[in-house]
């Protein structure tokens, strides 16, 4: 059934009469029926963002623009900030605003264009390169327990060779690596590291090797992602670590490789043994060792004597000169004993008596009365040496006294006046002419009176 309008009848009028609200929402209708969902590039405009958390914004080309919605939650999604003249890759809906009779695209996914192209290009070259079978985890490589030389495919000077080598001399100093140097951006990097891994795998010195660098965005670590790299990888003899990016970072190189670590740090750590944990491993293999020789020794013994034994049962005579030389030889042990024995009662009555001698009352006096006679001189010295030091001491504040006495000055040939209060004359403005002074000299007073200044 047609839900449109028809055309003017004779008289002018039509069947049927829409109203604003209508029309817009066949309007509507017809948009989002025609353009279910679209991809659309082009460069923001008028970006706003209120308080309600929606983004509202223009997408333009030299030529035209178009209004565009992101709404809560999708646009805190985001992994950019939108601003002005930013260029945008988007996905969304074409949809008409009925309040308005504006038509607006409604975005449900955007990102940067630039990262977005090369984001497709790497999901397009994964794909196939999977479907050739070229991740598979049969095609996997196992790393070696103990590598004894590895080889780190990364720059010179960066900070994730510096990672690599820390860990690797902090876990296993004897574990050879060398640092094999390739430029990790840029244009011809993923060339030189092509090349690199191409001698390395010829020059058969290593027992596994490292791809590594750190993070940075998907054009930063584009190198990775080089379809050579991925198949030179995958054909590679020698097992290979991926180490490329932080955790969240993926290139093709992770997948291709045998072994993906999330970071350089944690692919030293992977082919590096912890040296205290085999220094235990192999402590526990000795004492394991140890104890087989000992136990397959004592066997062997036992062996041979339940032998000798056989052996003597068959010989009366071996038997007997056995039984004789067990005989001297308890006797000879016995004697022995004895000796000891008495041995030790003799250094035992030794012993006691020196204690004995040490501990009499005579010889205890007489140490008391050296010690006495030791101790008695040193009260009167200490008294002495005090004295002295103290008669010192006051000496000296006699003179630091007499340096700052005031009579000390005027014994050198100053004095000093005085008013008959005992205030004393500074300034020739604390004396007037008239008054009667006292001069202090080193011995004894003149009264002396102040005369008028003369011009």
């Not at 059934?1 to 029309?23: F, I, K, R």
């Not at 601003?83 to 975005?107: C, D, K, S």
């Not at 996914?109 to 598979?136: N, P, Q, S």
């Not at 394991?288 to 003597?312: C, G, P, S, V, Y």
Request: glycine share 6%; net charge positive.
């Amino acid at each position: 059934m047609n839900d449109y309008p028809s055309e003017p009848g004779p008289g002018g009028h039509a069947d049927q009469v829409l109203t604003p609200s209508q029309l817009n929402t066949l309007a509507r209708d017809l948009l989002e029926g025609a353009f279910p969902q679209v991809w659309i590039e082009g460069e923001l405009g008028n970006v706003s963002k209120p308080s309600s958390g929606h983004l509202y914004f223009t997408l333009k080309d030299a030529r035209a623009q178009v209004r565009c919605a992101m709404f809560r939650p999708k646009s805190s999604w985001l992994k950019f900030v939108p601003r002005e003249g930013l260029r945008v890759l988007g996905r969304g809906r074409l949809t008409l605003y009925e309040a308005r009779g504006e038509y607006q695209l409604v975005f449900d996914h955007m990102e940067e264009a630039g990262e977005g192209a090369l984001r497709r290009a790497f999901e397009e070259l994964r794909a196939r390169l999977a479907a050739e079978g070229l991740f598979d985890n049969e095609r996997k490589r196992p790393l070696p327990r103990f590598a004894r030389r590895i080889g780190v495919i990364t720059s010179p000077s960066g900070a994730a060779v510096r990672d690599v080598l820390s860990v690797l001399a902090r876990r296993f100093p004897l574990l050879e690596a060398d640092v094999l140097p390739v430029q990790v951006q840029g244009e011809g990097a993923a060339a030189q590291i092509v090349a690199m891994l191409q001698r390395a795998i010829a020059s058969a010195r290593y027992d596994v090797l490292v791809l590594a660098r750190g993070g940075g965005s998907l054009e930063d670590l584009w190198a990775f992602n080089d379809e050579r790299l991925a198949r030179t990888i995958a054909a590679s003899p020698v097992p290979i670590v991926s180490a490329v990016g932080h955790e969240t970072d993926f290139s093709l190189s992770d997948f291709a490789a045998d072994v993906r670590a999330p970071t350089p740090s944690v692919a030293a750590e992977l082919l590096a043994p912890n040296r205290e944990d085999l220094l235990h491993r192999l402590r526990i293999l000795e004492s394991r060792l140890r104890n087989l020789h000992t136990q397959r020794l004592r066997q062997a013994m036992q062996r041979a004597d339940r032998a000798a034994l056989r052996l003597n049962a068959m010989r009366p005579q071996a038997r007997l000169e056995a039984l004789d030389r067990r005989q001297r030889e308890a006797l000879r042990r016995l004697h022995a004993a004895w000796r000891q024995r008495l041995e030790r009662e003799r250094a035992r009555l030794r012993h006691a008596d020196a204690v004995l001698r040490s501990a009499h009352p005579q010889r205890r006096i007489a140490g008391l009365r050296e010690r006495l006679a030791a101790l008695r001189p040193r009260p009167q010295a200490a008294i002495a040496r005090r004295l002295a030091k103290d008669a010192m001491h006051l000496r000296g504040l006699a003179r630091s006294l007499e340096a700052v006495s005031p009579l000390a000055t005027v014994a050198r040939g100053y004095s000093i006046l005085q008013h008959a209060d005992g205030r004393i004359v500074r300034s020739v403005l604390d004396a007037a002419p008239g008054d009667r002074l006292a001069a202090r000299l080193s011995d004894g007073q003149l009264h002396v009176r102040v005369e008028p200044k003369e011009d």
